[in-house]
C-alpha cells in the first residue's frame, strides 16, 4: 500500500481535460516537492513535472502540476489517444534520508 | 546526452542473489551534481523505489528492502550495481536504473523473473 494515494483509474473523451490527484502528509507532500511521471505500455516511466509545477524541456504545456497543502494534482488538456499510460506521483519524506515515495499511480483511459 | 542501460540475468532462482549493473554513458557517474538510483515495478502493481547511491558511495535503502539490498558504484566503468540477496516470487518485476535528483532520465528496464 502506497504512502501517497492516487485514484486508481480516470477516464476522458479525446480533447477533454482530467486531473489526476496524489494526496499525502504533512511528512511528504506537505513538506517537499512533487513530481509526476507517465508510463506508457511497454515503456520507461518519463519525468513530466517536477518541482510541484515545472515541466522539463520537451514537454508540452497540455500537461500542467500544482500542489496544495498535502495535496499535489495533475492536469492534462486537449486529451490525445496516445495520453493512455500510468501516471504517478512521486516526493521524499522528511526522514534524515529522505526516503522516496511513490504514488500508486493512476490509469488514464482516453475514451 | 545521457543514457542509462541496465543489464544482468533476466531468470534468478529464488533463494539466490538477484544481480543487475547499469551503465551511464555521455556522463561521468562520479558528477557531483547527480546521484543514482534504483526502481522497481511488479507486474500489475505500482512503481517502487529500492534505493540510491551517491558519488561519496553513501547509499539510502528502502526500509521493506533494507535488510537484503546492496548499491555500489564502479567509477571506472561509470556504472552502478544492484544486489538483491534471498529472493522470492515477490521480487519478480521490471528493474529501472534512473538519475537523480529528479528521475529525469531513465534506464529501457529490465525484465526479471524469480522462478525455480
Known amino acids: 500500500q502506497s504512502v501517497l494515494t492516487q485514484p486508481p483509474s480516470v477516464s476522458a473523451a479525446p480533447g477533454q481535460k482530467v486531473t489526476i490527484s496524489c494526496s499525502g502528509s504533512?511528512?511528504?507532500?506537505?513538506?517537499?516537492?512533487v513530481s509526476w511521471y507517465q508510463q506508457l505500455p511497454g515503456t520507461a516511466p518519463k519525468l513530466l513535472i517536477y518541482?510541484?509545477?515545472k515541466r522539463p524541456s520537451g514537454i508540452p504545456d497540455r500537461f500542467s502540476g500544482s500542489k496544495s497543502g498535502t495535496s499535489a494534482t495533475l492536469g492534462i488538456t486537449g486529451l490525445q489517444t496516445g495520453d493512455e499510460a500510468d501516471y504517478y506521483c512521486?516526493?521524499?519524506?522528511?526522514?534524515?534520508?529522505?526516503?522516496?515515495?511513490f504514488g500508486g499511480g493512476t490509469k488514464l483511459t482516453v475514451l | 546526452q545521457v543514457q542509462l542501460q541496465e543489464s544482468g540475468p533476466g531468470l534468478v532462482k529464488p533463494s539466490q542473489t538477484l544481480s543487475l549493473t547499469c551503465t551511464v554513458s555521455g556522463g561521468s557517474i562520479s558528477s557531483a551534481t547527480y546521484y543514482w538510483t534504483w526502481i522497481r515495478r511488479p507486474a500489475g502493481k505500482g512503481l517502487e523505489w529500492i534505493g540510491r547511491?551517491?558519488?561519496?558511495?553513501?547509499?539510502n535503502y528502502n526500509p521493506s528492502l533494507k535488510s537484503r539490498v546492496t548499491i555500489s558504484l564502479d567509477t571506472s566503468k561509470n556504472q552502478f550495481s544492484l544486489k538483491l540477496s534471498s529472493v522470492t516470487a515477490a521480487d519478480t518485476a521490471v528493474y529501472y536504473c534512473a538519475r537523480s535528483p529528479g528521475f529525469d532520465i531513465w534506464g529501457q528496464g529490465t525484465m526479471v523473473t524469480v522462478s525455480s
Open positions: 504533512s511528512s511528504d507532500i506537505g513538506t517537499n516537492s
Open positions: 512521486g516526493t521524499w519524506d522528511t526522514s534524515p534520508s529522505a526516503l522516496v515515495l
Open positions: 518541482d510541484n509545477n
Open positions: 547511491i551517491y558519488p561519496s558511495g553513501n547509499t
